[in-house]
């Protein structure tokens, strides 16, 4: 089969479309043919083993992971022997934080995968699983967000901030959007009531009060957090530098702020599925790639000005 590989750590002009085995299926897990796959910042991060710590995971001197890739959409191939929950020409989405997505066939723990909606197409549900699953993960799960609260994301454009905005809104909350005012009026057609473009006012001076604060861009300071918000969670990061003292702040602080790593599983993958086919949520694809442009999809992310998602076919 193709797939995009990887031998040492680089940037984009280091991944090859070579040939390689089929993946071999093993009990818990599925076969699945891709037929989509979204791009995020994690792939160049994996890619350029960046930050170094990320390397105890991924590989010290050279990559673990041969094919790169995290999210996925395509059709059931074959089930391993303990997956009852799918069958063969299933039309399934997931994500695979340990890589193998980019490839003609991606072998897949069925528990990180869910059935598509009907009539929803490849590169749209290909293009849901981590940046869908993050919001959902920071706003419910940890973020613990209910009806009628406020909101306040930082980063609301991209492929995390434009599902966090809809999922907020769908779930009754009143959403203070920030982004550059470029993509001011895509952020107001998702739903934002209020949107603030941070190249016009320094929002490390906003004075509104809110219940929760999102930061998927991950620049907000310790201070921002708690001069603006009752309770926080931090998505991205920026700098080591920026995150290492926020971090220890954290420690001598009784400020409710939550840093995670977001984690697949079929039951959200479910919840944003039918976000989707209730039409609460619209996925926006900024660009849709090739399999042979993949190291180009990369590239185009790791600039961070992603309006919505990228997506790449395998056809
Ligand atoms: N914790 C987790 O488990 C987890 C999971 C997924 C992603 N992440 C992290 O979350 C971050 C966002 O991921 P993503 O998939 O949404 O990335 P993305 O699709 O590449 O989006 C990047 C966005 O950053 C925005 N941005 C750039 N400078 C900004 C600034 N100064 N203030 C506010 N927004 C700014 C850009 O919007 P404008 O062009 O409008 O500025 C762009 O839309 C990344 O750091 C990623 O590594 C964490």
């Known amino acids: 089969m193709k797939a995009i590989t990887k031998t040492k750590y680089g940037g984009p002009e280091i991944l090859q479309l070579e040939e390689v085995e089929k993946p071999s299926l093993k009990d818990d897990h599925i076969l699945v043919k891709v037929a989509a796959n979204s791009a995020n910042p994690a792939d160049w991060h994996i890619l350029r083993g960046k930050p170094f710590f990320a390397r105890f995971s991924f590989g010290l001197f050279k990559p673990k992971d041969k094919i790169l890739g995290a999210d996925f959409a395509g059709i059931v191939e074959e089930v ?98 920030v982004c550059s005012s470029k993509n001011s009026g895509f952020v107001k057609t998702l739903g934002a009531d209020q949107v603030i473009a941070y ?39 920026t700098t080591m530098g920026h995150m290492i003292p926020l971090l220890l702040k954290q420690v001598f602080s009784k400020f409710p702020l939550v840093q995670f790593t977001a984690e697949a599983n079929t039951k959200d993958l479910e919840t944003l599925a039918s976000l989707i086919q209730n039409g609460k949520i619209k996925v926006h694809i900024e660009k849709t790639y090739s399999y042979k442009e993949i190291p180009k999809a990369i590239s185009y992310i790791e600039a961070m000005r992603t309006k919505g998602k990228v997506a790449m076919v395998w056809t």
């Open 80 to 177: 391993g022997n303990n997956v009852a929950q799918f069958k063969i020409g299933d039309r399934v989405f997931g994500e695979t934080l340990k890589g193998g997505a980019f490839a003609e066939y991606t072998c897949v723990p069925a528990n990180v995968c869910a059935i598509m909606p009907e009539e929803i197409d490849f590169p749209i549900m290909a293009s849901v699983p981590v940046a869908g699953i993050t919001a959902l993960q920071a706003l419910i799960t940890h973020g613990q967000l209910k009806e009628g609260e406020s909101v306040f994301i930082n980063g609301s454009s991209g492929g995390v901030g434009h599902f966090a905005v809809q999922i907020a809104k769908a779930y009754g909350a009143h959403v203070t959007a």
């Open 199 to 237: 190249d016009q006012e320094n929002i490390h001076q906003h004075k509104g009060k809110y219940n929760l604060i999102i930061d998927t861009h991950g620049n907000l300071s310790h201070k921002d957090y708690k001069r603006m918000g009752q309770r926080g969670v931090m998505v991205g990061f």
